[in-house]
């Protein structure tokens, strides 16, 4: 009897859309999400989410993630005021990580408190820690807890949920009985994080079954065919990429983290088998495996060769490999995918972002990598960087032309350029810091973010721009150049020409609307966007060449229903 009882939660952890209501808004969202897995509304929800659950599941506590970015995405009648007021809990945990999130954050907060105005709310996330104090002045926020690992800050404030007192938990930021804001010590900062993600994935089977709510759990759209998973080496960064909210000194800044913590090789294979047990999907291993020394490198490729997996292993490198690590990297997992991020074609740009490696080195990589069985070779270049002009952004697309000639267009090389956007990351060097590396920030203040987010276009809700482009010219250039790679893989024979010729339609259209809507802004006439908003959603929701390509053929089964369904059976 007691099984057809509805599941009492401890905490509801919501994912926002970017956006309340997205749905009823005409915005052209532009190339923002191109080179990521999630749409423009960004509904994937922070891989955290899973690891604070397992966390918390295992220390006695109910925690139940929705997607409600997700769920608002799948059914345009999805009315996600009734939906949060079916779900019961006192407390209710909003992702505020990614700055893109920062309108939906705070109006899906406002929510909650409107149909549960006894229940309290707590955000956490990068852009929350970056922005405490001034997202602690939103009455609907009443706790935000800071930092890259906060599960057992997390194991810390639900117990001090019974015992009103706050002062205990590391990282949380609070408001007293008075209103007055409280601040504890940012001091769980942890060297070692071996105590979480042991098996957090299959939380998700498991939120499945309790809540018999499948939907809610999806991390974004299309995952169900292509469910792609991570596994991570590490929080924090030896790097300092100039723009990266990831980097050394934005870690410092937003999370407290001085020193990069690393996972051992063994907790990262065990990650990998672990997923390997409930999904035939690419897994990524996030971070360059080398950062924490070669030994750790070469044993994990070890790890991996001794008890490999079926799943195609997709490695993140920020330097090039030399041929006899490749080997290695091909014997432990055949068919490896390796995505490498050079940002510009020219070595001096590259060097403005504090990246130091040579064309020569990457394609010396690159062809080790294709000669070795790669499934896969991805690099991604951007537009919005320090001494990028227009010649360079389209020097960037000769130079992809040079290298589709050189691999003779082998399908296997996949190139990519999109946007540095919609926002300069909070907590890089060059968003803390811009007049020194020749950006122009143009919104500061978390509030800003906010209004710029519900902008009628990408254009204008960018928060930089650069002493060599103007905004205007960077979507242009941005544009153009999406397009000339388009041409170019098509020429290529890398993608059909329809498609092709279908994204540049495309292209061209959000060319034209971007023209018209500046119009009717600066003609005062704003109401009259609305009249757009069909045209505008026939280009947002284009398939993008760069998407079909980073999915590559679907697998004819993606999740492996029964062997979750049995890892739960026996308790794993
Ligand atoms: C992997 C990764 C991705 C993956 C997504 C993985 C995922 N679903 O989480 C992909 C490639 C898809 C991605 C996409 C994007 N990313 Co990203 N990403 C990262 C990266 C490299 C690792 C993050 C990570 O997963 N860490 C490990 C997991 C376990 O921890 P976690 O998710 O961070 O959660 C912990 C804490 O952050 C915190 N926390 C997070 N949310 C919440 C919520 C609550 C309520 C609480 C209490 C705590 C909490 O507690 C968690 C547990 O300890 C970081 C850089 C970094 N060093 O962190 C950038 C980073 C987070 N991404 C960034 C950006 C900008 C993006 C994009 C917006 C880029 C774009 N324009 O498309 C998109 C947004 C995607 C979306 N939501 O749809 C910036 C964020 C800057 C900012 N403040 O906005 C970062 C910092 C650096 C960067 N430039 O890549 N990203």
Known sequence: MKFFLKPKTDIVLLHPPHVYDFRKKP?????????????????????????????????????????????????????????????????????????????????????????????????????????YKE????????????????EEPMRLFMAALETNNFTVVPNLVWKDEEGNVRENDFSYVPDSISNVMGNHYSLMVRQVLRYRDLTSIIPFKGWLKYPITAVFTCRGCNRNCLFCGGSAHAMQVVVNRKKTVFRTPEDIHKDVLN???ISRGTISVLGDIRQS???NADRLLHLLTQKPVKNTLMFEIYEPVPDEMMRRMAAAAPGFHLDMS??????????????????????????????????????????????????????????????????KGDKRLSLYIGPLGPFLDPGSEAFENPQKHGYRLLLRTFDEHRQALTQATWKHTLNYETNWLTREQIMDETYKAIARLTRL???????????????????NRAVQIEVEIDKLLQSGREDEIEKLKPE?????????VEHLQMQGKPRLVGLRYMSALWQIIKGN
């Open 293 to 295: 020394g070669q030994d």
């Open 135 to 150: 997202v602690m002045d939103y009455p609907e926020v009443d706790f935000i807890m800071r930092g890259d690992s906060t």
């Open 342 to 407: 050079p940002h510009s074609h020219d070595e001096e740009v590259r060097k403005a972002l504090n990246i130091g490696y040579t064309n020569q080195g990457m394609e010396d990589t690159i062809e080790s990598a294709l000669n070795l069985g790669a499934g896969k070779v991805e690099i991604f270049f951007m537009t919005g960087l320090p001494l990028q002009d227009k010649a360079s952004v389209e020097g960037t697309i000769d130079y992809c032309h040079y290298l589709l000639k050189k691999f």
């Open 536 to 544: 505008i959603a026939r280009v947002n929701n284009f398939s993008t």
């Open 27 to 131: 915005q052209l969202y532009g190339p923002v999400s191109d080179l990521v897995p999630s749409t423009p509304v960004f509904e994937m929800y922070p891989v955290g989410f899973t690891s604070i659950a397992e966390h918390l599941e295992k220390a006695g506590y109910r925690t139940r993630i929705v997607n409600l970015a997700w769920r608002m995405l799948k059914d345009i009648h999805f009315d996600a005021e009734n939906f949060i007021s079916k779900l019961e809990a006192p407390i209710f945990g909003i992702d505020l990580h990614w700055m893109v999130h920062a309108h939906g954050a705070i109006e899906i907060a406002r929510l909650v408190k409107k149909v549960h105005p006894q229940a309290r709310v707590l955000i956490g996330g990068f852009s929350a820690s970056r922005f």
């Open 489 to 507: 893989k098509a020429d290529f024979g890398q993608i059909p020409a329809s498609l092709a010729e279908a994204q540049i339609e495309r292209i």
């Open 275 to 277: 997923i390997s047990k």
